[in-house]
Nanobody, 126 residues
Framework: QVQLVESGGGSVQAGGSLTLSCAAS????????MAWFRQAPGKEREGVAW???????FYFDSVKGRFTVSKGKTKNSMFLQMNTLKPEDTAMYYC?????????????????????WGQGTQVTVS
């Protein structure tokens, strides 16, 4: 059974940094696209960062240059380093996984295309 567990959320002042972690189990890690999504109250869930099975990374425009997604050396973990945080980054952050690639053509897969989800971790920037 696939399980994703996020950790690392919290409250931080604007301009600060946080690192989120996602621990994955129950599947062949190397075959899966993994991603971070976020959802603020009253808004749709949006993709933040994606990392493909071969390590290519993709970012939502508003976080480019501030956020970095990476896989752990143990290969069953993923991280999101978030720097220069802004109040608009406040949201529940979710780790997600789907088998195979992160995109089709020029289209990055969105929330409906992901099969597995963690429970989320709250990030609050004031």
């Amino acid at each position: 059974q696939v399980q994703l567990v996020e950790s690392g959320g919290g409250s931080v002042q604007a301009g600060g940094s946080l690192t989120l972690s996602c621990a994955a189990s129950g599947y062949t890690y190397s075959d899966y696209c993994m991603a971070w999504f976020r959802q603020a109250p009253g808004k749709e869930r949006e993709g933040v960062a994606w990392i493909s099975p071969d390590g290519n990374t993709f970012y939502f425009d508003s976080v480019k240059g501030r956020f970095t997604v990476s896989k752990g050396k143990t290969k069953n973990s993923m991280f999101l380093q978030m720097n220069t945080l802004k109040p608009e980054d406040t949201a529940m952050y979710y780790c997600a996984a789907r088998r195979y690639g992160c995109y089709a053509g020029r289209h990055l897969y969105g929330a409906p295309d992901f099969d597995y989800w963690g429970q989320g971790t709250q990030v609050t920037v004031s």
